[in-house]
């Protein structure tokens, strides 16, 4: 099994950045990909970003495209979603996962934090 932790979260204004972390322990050698999702109340929870964890590559949802960026630490086993020029609707609760198949296939994520708030202020 793979457990995944957030933090990060956080009140900010509208313009302003946060950075959310997640560290994952347990099998990490299982991890292929790691991502951020994010949910508001009402709404499913949709794909913000991901990295592969044996490449370089990097996802992002178009809503969020030049203003989050994702990277990671392979040594500690954490990833990182640094977010600028926040939007109120970027409000939500975003979750970390992590999964053992590519890390663009999104229905492959089957290990989940349990979610941090961020919420971001006009």
């Not at 997640?22 to 794909?47: D, L």
């Not at 030049?66 to 926040?86: A, C, E, H, P, W």
């Amino acid at each position: 099994q793979v457990q995944v932790v957030e933090s990060g979260g956080g009140f900010v204004q509208a313009g302003g950045s946060l950075r959310l972390s997640c560290a994952a322990s347990g099998r990490t050698f299982s991890i292929y990909g790691m991502g951020w999702f994010r949910q508001t109340p009402g709404k499913e929870r949709e794909f913000v970003s991901a990295i592969s964890w044996l490449d370089p590559n990097t996802y992002y949802a178009d809503s969020v495209k030049g203003r989050f960026s994702i990277s990671r630490d392979k040594d500690k086993n954490t990833v990182y979603l640094q977010m600028n020029s926040l939007k109120t609707e970027d409000t939500a609760v975003y979750y970390c996962a992590a999964t053992r198949y590519d890390a663009d296939y999104i229905r492959g994520y089957g290990y989940w934090g349990q979610g941090t708030q961020v919420t971001v202020s006009p």
